[in-house]
């Protein structure tokens, strides 16, 4: 119960993540089977993916939604001493059945093939109707109906781009490699100009509630919540710019070449993840309390600039003996538990000068990596391409300071670490780093030449990135955690544009493939440098 | 606060007040609107003994209101927990102290 209890945030914030995803999948899906695919395009193997993902969709809708039912019901029931037929009428009650039944209704229909009439769309409502009354317009105390309509737009115009974004794919994935098809170019123009209108329609929209959530530059650069809107934005211009490519290529008119489609296809694996990053991102934001509304402890731009100015880097330690003493094992899973708040917030100035120096060593390390991938380039400098071993500095570092209470510095033994979170999380870290460690060494020496092993790196990148968005303990908006909140953002950032363009390097071609490679380092080197700045005070 | 969504922006008494009477209205404004009957308002005495509240009906859809009554001297804490309309929970304390004449 202590566990779940502390971990309620996260785990709401990603089923809502998890909801808006395969709610966008599914609008997304059927918009595009019901609306945007010309008929004679639906080859049969087409048909079954597409058909395929539909289904997973509704059922991983179905599921997240009993899972979020589930947690939030057994929150009040234990917490707040409710009956289930206490809550039985609760908004997220009512609207997680309508989500539940509209998308069980939809899967039964899937057995007649793809959506293909336009009466099929009319269960976008109801799933459209769910997500918005659960979001901030619906419990907003002026103004409800008009942010409601907003919220609903966005989220339209998101499931129709993203969430489309993967049926185009997986037809493109079907075309022949020396021909497209007619209806193929066609359904490909078709999805283009609907993704134009739903850009305009979700920036428009975003605008609008961003403008009545935050109501002032203050807001956007003082609050936890205009951090995360602000992560947002950066991670849609980035998507912009890969979907600028594909809408010209899509205008010059050359789609009957071969090679064109399959940059669509290659671009839009890129497009993919970073829309269901910023996905994730709106799910975190719908978990803060709407800028406007925070008007203590905001953080003003000279705060900010004062962290933010580049100091020289701590390369040395306070000794692990002038460290606190270590809280028993039960005591501190007791402390995480019942408020993180003190867990957080006891940092003295030992603790402090501890974690500064293991973060700028980090940075030492990630600046170094990236480097000597930049190096890599060169043929001078073939010894270069061995920088994934220089992240085994990153996990032997995290091994042996990360938690200093535990073995192998602490007096916690080793497997008694386990049962706290945060050193768990740590073991976790060490684990991620050695496995992509291996896999992108093996890759860049070539003693590995699977094209999917090669994606393990990126793909790690992109995902560790993703969640540390989601990683947000910024509680009532102190400003020391949100100052640690804007450099992991920009961390987080880096770490999903590093990923998302190695993976384009390692599946584009051309002139893209030529700017991915140089990105993800510059990227990498980008993570170095926030982390050589960081401070706790 | 535990977790954060909707933030208690007005408390009655406000927290770390000095209260002068047995007998104590109690009333929690938020940012967003509530599910009021699903939220709790509890009162701990000085003890750490819980202390029964009466509920009270509100007009407003983002306030929680009730009444405590025959209090003596000592510290008191609010723990309250609220179900916000989009579904979120979020917890708190208001603490505040009476001292009668």
Known sequence: ML????????????????????????IGGMFFCAWLLVPSTGSGKFSVRALRLLRISAIGLMVTQICFVALDSAMLMSTGGLHLTDLLTANYFLAGILLVAAAAIFLLSTRFGLPCCTASLLLIAPLLFATVWTSHS??????????????????LAAALWIGGMPYLWLLLGTQSESDASDATVRTVRRYSTAALISVIVLILAGVGMGWVYTQSWSAVYGTAYGVVLLAKSVLLVGLLLLGAGNFLLVRKGQLYLPPSLLRI????????????????????????????????????????????????PRFDTPSVYTLPPVQPIGQAIQTYALSPDDANSANNKVEQAWSEYNHHWAGLIVLAAGLLAILAR?????????????????????????????????????????????????????????????FEWSVQTHRLHSKKAALVFPAVCAMGGALLLTHNHTLGNVKEELLVEM????????AVFAGWSRWLELRGSGRSRYIAAWVWPVCLMGIGLILLNYRES | MAFSHAILVRSAPVDQAVVHSQNVDIVLDYNSRIEASRCTLTLTGPNGQKVPVHMEPSTSPSELKAEAENLTNG????HWQVLASDGHITRGDVAFTVALK
């Open chain 2, 75 to 78: 510290k008191y804490q609010i």
């Open chain 1, 265 to 312: 296809a290659r671009f839009s694996e890129a497009e993919i993840g970073i829309g269901f990053t910023i996905i994730l991102v709106a799910a975190s934001l719908s978990s803060q309390p709407p800028a406007v509304d925070l008007v203590q402890d905001r953080l003003t731009l000279p705060e900010i600039a004062a962290r933010m100015t580049p100091h020289w």
């Open chain 1, 138 to 155: 619906a419990s907003r105390l002026d103004d409800r109906t008009p942010l409601m309509l907003l919220t609903g737009l966005h989220q």
């Open chain 1, 487 to 494: 450099s992991h953002t920009a961390i987080a950032i880096c």
């Open chain 1, 3 to 26: 566990w779940f209890l502390r971990d309620y945030p996260l785990a709401a914030v990603l089923l809502r993540a998890a909801t808006l995803a395969f709610n966008s999948l599914l």
């Open chain 1, 378 to 438: 060169w043929g001078r400098f073939r010894w270069a391409r061995h920088w994934p071993l220089v992240f085994l500095g990153l996990a032997i570092f995290l091994f042996l300071r990360a938690d200093p209470e535990a073995w192998p510095l602490g007096p916690r033994g080793f497997w008694a670490s386990f049962y706290n979170p945060e050193d768990l999380e740590h073991r976790l870290y060490i684990l991620l780093i050695v496995s992509f460690v291996a």
